[in-house]
């Protein structure tokens, strides 16, 4: 299951790969080995990147390790208007504060994958607070009014009868003209940046410079395998998580995304999948040594084999705190929630429903059950594959 000799071109343009726009062109490029400059445009909404973040910057290290520039553009200005893509409504501003500490946490994160000493980094401040109104203006020519608003998430929008502010309109502008003052030959996204991504391409050929080719990468579903990735969803996996979370959670995926996560989450060949479990097992450990070590993955995997394909419980399990005047209000989801830093209720409801949580080996199946006069002191609580508790009423 080792990576194998590969067309480096060929595999630049299709591994993790949803649409490459001017294919024909970017593989000439590719082919004459001019060093392309490959852009990537983040805005610092979120101090905390998980794994479907992890897609679109492991392409970017792919053209860097190939000899490329990676270019990663800080959207500290844009990050105060918010991009519209795939919203219902407008987003909640941030603070200038709000966006500097996002952006320090995103690229110690980030920093796990691509080579940030190797990065051009850039803030697209740099150019839209300087260059002032007139730029604004000679931008807004380079797109007309009925081009933007076309857009599939501003029609949907209209037809719910919801606002779309002018800055909102104005966004995809202020993000191609980021391609502009980097020159960008090549630019990366999700597959629901593909307005912006084309965007960049018209505002690059108002401004007479040559327009970048674009390639998309697909979002990833989380844990749950309807959902993309979020951690509004519950469903997501963070690259800060404990090695324990991050095994634990990749070892619950539904078989059904076991060749995608090999595809869009490690270097690795995807197996051929006879045994899921094993399939996880490698994915899993490969993911941990990844973002934390080798010694940790090693680890994770023989304290879950050990735990799981023997049936054995830890003795070491964490210790859960349940106040007496708290215990009253709580039911079974809301026990979930209580135990699970981080856990939302449609994710522990879920876990309730599919028969994941038992105490003292017993299946908890109704989610109302209220917990008090059922759960005391000395109990164990099994949540899902990875979650074990001694909990202790005081």
């Given at each position: 299951?080792?990576?194998k ?5 060929k595999?630049?343009?299709t ?23 490959v ?5 610092p ?10 897609v ?12 490329h ?6 959207g500290?200005f ?29 690229l ?14 850039h803030?697209?401040?740099e150019w ?5 109104l ?13 081009q ?8 949907k ?11 909102e309109?104005?966004?995809p ?5 980021d391609s ?18 084309l965007?960049?391409?018209r ?11 674009v ?13 993309k ?8 996996i ?7 979370e ?14 995608k ?22 994915l ?24 799981f ?34 856990s ?8 309730v ?5 038992k ?23 099994r949540?899902g ?10």
């Amino acid at each position: 299951m080792t990576p194998k000799e590969k067309d480096p071109v060929k595999e630049l343009l299709t591994r993790s790969v949803s649409e490459v726009i001017e294919r024909e062109h970017l593989v000439t490029a590719l082919k004459m080995g001019k060093p392309l400059r490959v852009k990537l445009g983040i805005d610092p909404t979120s101090p905390n990147l998980h794994l479907g973040h992890t897609v679109v910057l492991r392409k970017l290290r792919a053209f860097q390790e190939a000899g490329h520039t990676a270019v990663l553009i800080i959207g500290d200005f844009t990050a105060q208007i918010g991009d519209p893509s795939g919203r219902s409504e407008e987003r909640k501003p941030l603070s200038e504060r709000d966006i500097e500490t996002n952006e320090k946490e995103y690229l110690a994160q980030a920093g796990k994958v691509i080579d940030i000493k190797r990065t051009e980094v850039h803030h697209n401040s740099e150019w839209h607070r300087d260059e002032g109104l007139t730029a604004i203006l000679e931008l807004a020519r380079s797109a007309t009014f009925q081009q933007v608003i076309k857009r599939a998430d501003f029609q949907k929008r209209i037809e719910a009868g919801n606002d779309i502010t002018l800055l909102e309109i104005l966004y995809p502008l202020l993000q191609g003209y980021d391609s502009v003052k980097v020159k960008a030959d090549v630019e990366l996204g999700g597959t629901d940046q593909i307005f912006n991504l084309l965007m960049g391409r018209r505002v690059q050929r108002h401004f007479k410079l040559p327009e970048q080719d674009v390639i998309t990468v697909p979002l990833i579903e989380g844990t749950d395998g309807v959902k993309k990735m979020s951690k509004s969803y519950g469903n997501s996996i963070g690259i800060r998580e404990t090695p324990t979370e991050m095994f634990g959670k990749l070892m619950t995926i539904p078989d059904g995304l076991i060749a995608k996560y090999f595809e869009t989450l490690t270097d690795l060949s995807a197996p051929e999948v006879k045994n899921p479990r094993d399939a996880k097992l490698t994915l899993a450990h490969e993911i941990v040594k990844t973002y934390h070590s080798a010694e940790a993955a090693d680890t994770e995997q023989e304290n879950w084999v050990r735990t799981f394909s023997k049936k054995e419980e830890p003795t070491d399990a964490p210790e859960r705190i349940i106040p007496k005047d708290i215990l009253p209000k709580l039911d079974t989801v809301g026990l979930v929630v209580y135990v699970i830093e981080g856990s939302s209720k449609s994710n522990a409801l879920r876990l309730v429903n599919a028969g994941a949580v038992k105490l003292n080996g017993e299946k908890i199946m109704d989610p109302k059950e209220p917990m008090c006069g059922r759960i005391k002191t000395g109990d164990s609580l099994r949540v899902g594959n990875h979650h074990f508790f001694r909990i202790e009423v005081k």
